[in-house]
């Protein structure tokens, strides 16, 4: 299996300028793999997914008769990002995050941002995101959005566009680390050959922004990982930041309120936790403040919280930034709040509350992505292209009916790398998620998930819509 | 630690356990019928009498067959305590704990469950023999990787615990499998096939050699039973396993050998005094099966008394920064 007849076709490659031509991050990489005996990438292959099944790293698939475990599709050749392009993006990311991170403090606070007529007002309290209770609060450090997960993505010329920011509960960066172990057992010697950022000190990270949370005089803060459950479908990934942490994973259950502190309850009585990195959505935190209905949350935990006596990451109330309407005013927001010009991209959005815009969503549907504002994980969709009439003519009945809920965005025509197909290599379409971490500094972690499409010719990369992964390697230097 | 998390590695032992007693069971049964000179004195009630479930058998199954039985001890995911069942709450026990229990006793659990569910999967080619003893080797990996990559902290004692009340109960019901296999032919008593079934007993709890080597030439009701129940050194017996158990119930309350100071530690106290001054003859006298079954009894109150004292909701504050 070689590269001799991979064909880049019309898309920006990551790893191909044209056929036969690699990049020269990848060349040395290309020949390796030229050189391997028939048959022994396929087998390195399913040696990796053999570990990651053994390892556990599944998530479920509920289909009507039995339920099913799954891994990841994992496949072994990696995306690189040369240290040139990182640096670009380490920039932009710091920008962007520091700028979503004032917005919030100001939407919590007085507001200058509506006030000075940046932002309507009704956008921010039409979203569901937006939280009253959590007006006036104040986060320690003024930091709200301690762990992020933008997506990014390439388009054909390989320019880098920013998607998404993902500031409640970004998930995946356990896989961002299993893949890489996997990797290194797969591939020790390319290892050896190129300068490849580590991830292994992830978790270190995480901890230390966590601890960065609690109050200075506490020798021995209590840290926490809340997760809802065994059932979550990122349940591998909490417990494994937890155990990679060294900290406790808790479920809502094992949490009580008790003389004005959250305590969780052990085999010697109760004991106080000072920092909950929660992975539990806002609503579902305190069902006397949110969802009353929630059995996944801690009854009274906002007071506590609200009084300083517990810090929780993400801040509640994050949620109001993923709104895809608000994330179309994020350009606005680092002009206003930074007095600079975005260094990333945000992807042309159309907001169809706006008369003008939904007009020509209506009449561009064929080729245009409508997505809904409050939606994650490729639900709520319409991939204007290879939808049917009757798919598109029942997303204009819903943008007519709830303009707030959609927004549009042209098809880009994602970057590729080379993915294994049976016995020969395709290109498959991917995306980028980078998790940035926001302590006192803001630190972003070299790579990140790739994820791919694996179907050919798809454009959608979430694992619920038969996407896979990719490792990610951040070249130092 | 985290009370539903202690709660968790216990039941994560005892399924484990409980899975490999299972096997133990079936096992020596289809050894016995093997040495029978017919095979239609082959019993398969006793083996669901003593797991105590037969009523659950009957109403699914009817009068027991061998393929019956072994489907239900082994295959069948709707019997709590078959084999199978026992690996998925195993697994999900497991899982709600992997951050406390090592990577490797993760990899051992979730190579255990591919096994049993691989096995489940093609019941009707599966080598039983072979089957059953690879169970018994995957649950002894297990404790053994347990033992030698988790800290013998507190949530390795709650294991321990859960593990060696499920053995010490199950020893019980070994014990018991004969005495009811027994029951229909008491002609046999003493005679070269009654001697084969004590072997084929003894070698179900791995203990035939060991037995051997205590010095007992002999293979007698009385010396087996006394052996199973009473033997200090040998780590299946009933009275081994509640030594070692109260080992780790005192070094997770932190109590001086020798006091109590919770109910648990009193019950188990007293049942370990029992069993330490009383003589085979002695339960022999009041009926060896009356007595499996009062000891059976008295693991069901040490179970709630644990669950009380440990895992059940428990209000009183502790400071904060003591362990």
Redesign the interface.
Same mark, same amino acid.
Request: charged letters at 20%; hydrophobic letters at 45%.
């Given at each position: 299996m070689n590269f001799s007849d991979y064909d880049p076709e019309d898309f920006y490659d990551e790893w191909f300028v044209r056929q036969g031509e690699p990049r020269p991050e990848v060349a040395v990489l290309v020949e390796r793999i030229n050189q391997l005996p028939p048959g022994e990438l396929q087998q390195r292959q399913q040696a990796a997914q053999a570990v990651l099944m053994q390892m556990g790293v599944t998530f479920q698939v509920y289909s009507d008769s039995a339920q099913k475990e799954r891994i990841w599709p994992f496949d072994v050749i990696p995306r690189v990002v040369t240290a040139q392009e990182w640096h670009f993006l380490e920039r932009g990311l710091k920008q962007r995050i520091q700028a979503l991170n004032l917005f919030l403090q100001d939407i919590y606070h007085d507001q200058k941002i509506i006030k000075d007529g940046i932002i309507p007002a009704e956008v921010i309290h039409s979203s569901a995101g937006y939280l009253p209770a959590c007006q006036g609060l104040d986060p320690p450090g003024g930091v709200w959005c301690h762990i992020t997960g933008s997506d990014l993505v390439r388009d054909r010329q390989g320019n880098w566009w920013v998607l998404e920011d993902n500031l409640r509960v970004p998930s995946g960066v356990s896989y961002v680390l299993e893949n890489r172990r996997v990797m290194k057992n797969t591939f020790p010697k390319v290892f050896r050959m190129l300068d490849i950022c580590p991830t292994d000190d992830y978790p270190g990270h995480l901890l230390e922004t966590l601890l960065n949370l609690a109050p200075p005089y506490l020798d021995h803060p209590c840290v926490v990982v809340l997760t809802p459950g065994v059932y979550n479908s990122a349940y591998f990934e909490h417990s494994f930041l937890a155990q990679q942490m060294g900290v406790e994973l808790v479920e809502g259950r094992d949490l009580i309120v008790v003389d004005g502190y959250v305590q969780m309850r052990t085999t010697r009585g109760l004991k106080r936790v000072d920092v909950i990195y929660r992975r539990v959505d806002d609503v579902f935190l305190d069902p006397q403040v949110f969802n009353p209905h929630s059995l996944l949350g801690i009854p009274g935990i906002m007071e506590v919280y609200r009084a300083g006596r517990v810090a929780l990451a993400n801040a509640p109330g994050t949620g109001v930034a993923d709104d895809k309407v608000v994330y179309a005013y994020v350009p606005e927001m680092i002009r206003y709040y930074l007095d600079a010009e975005p260094l990333l991209q945000n992807v042309p959005t159309y907001l169809c509350w706006r008369a003008a815009d939904r007009e020509y969503v209506l009449k561009h549907l064929d080729e245009l992505v409508v997505k809904s504002a409050h939606e994650a994980g490729g639900y709520g969709m319409l991939m204007g292209q290879s939808a049917t009439p009757a798919e598109r003519e029942s997303f204009a009945a819903k943008i007519q009916q709830f303009p707030r809920n959609f927004i549009a965005q042209p098809t880009l025509s994602l970057s590729r790398v080379p993915t294994i197909v049976g016995d020969h290599f395709e290109g498959r379409h991917v995306d980028l998620r980078p998790y940035i971490l926001h302590a006192q500094e803001i630190y972003v972690h070299p790579g990140g998930l790739t994820r791919v499409a694996l179907q050919k010719g798809s454009l959608v990369v979430n694992s619920s819509q038969g996407g896979g992964s990719k490792d990610t390697w951040v070249l130092a230097g | 630690?985290? $009370? +539903? =998390?202690?709660n968790s590695v216990y039941w994560l032992n005892r399924y484990i356990e409980r899975a490999e007693n299972v096997a133990r069971f079936v096992d020596v049964n289809l050894h016995l019928i093997l040495d029978l000179p017919d095979q239609s004195m082959a019993q398969w009630e006793p083996l669901v009498v003593v797991t105590g479930d037969l009523a659950l058998f009957q109403e699914k199954y009817g009068s027991p067959t061998q393929e019956q039985v072994i489907q239900f001890l082994t295959f069948d995911d709707h019997y709590p305590n078959s084999i199978v069942s026992c690996l998925y709450t195993a697994r %999900?026990n497991a +899982? #709600?704990v +992997? %951050? *406390?229990i090592s $990577?490797e006793m993760?990899?051992e659990v979730? $190579?255990f469950y591919w096994l049993v569910q691989r096995a489940a999967e093609h019941s009707q080619e599966v080598d039983l023999n072979q089957f059953f003893q690879e169970v018994k080797l995957a649950s002894h990996r297990f404790a053994g990787v347990m033992d030698a990559t988790m800290s013998h902290n %507190?949530a390795w004692h /709650?294991g321990q615990m859960g593990r060696l009340l499920e053995r010490a109960d199950k020893t019980t019901r070994i014990v018991d499998v004969k005495y009811y296999v027994l029951l229909p032919s008491v002609q046999d008593v003493g005679t070269t096939l009654d001697e084969i079934q004590w072997i084929a007993l003894l070698k179900s709890a791995s203990a035939y050699e060991m037995y051997r080597k205590r010095g007992r030439h002999l293979i007698t009701p009385r010396q087996v039973a006394e052996f199973l129940i009473l033997d200090r050194e040998f780590p299946r017996s009933v009275q081994f396993c509640l030594r070692q158990m109260q080992h780790s119930l005192y070094r *997770?309350t932190g109590t001086e050998w020798n006091h109590w100071n919770m109910g648990v530690e009193r019950s188990l106290g007293r049942l370990c005094a029992d069993l330490e001054y009383m003589t085979i003859d002695e339960m022999i006298q009041q009926g060896l099966h009356e007595f499996l079954d009062h000891l059976q009894q008295e693991f069901n109150r040490l179970d709630d008394a644990i669950f009380k004292t /440990? /895992?059940a &909701?428990?209000?009183?504050? =502790?400071r904060?920064? &003591? #362990?």
């Open positions: - | 630690m985290l $009370s +539903r =998390v202690a %999900e +899982r #709600s +992997r %951050e *406390i $990577s993760w990899q979730n $190579s %507190e /709650f *997770i /440990f /895992f &909701v428990n209000l009183d504050p =502790v904060h920064g &003591v #362990s």
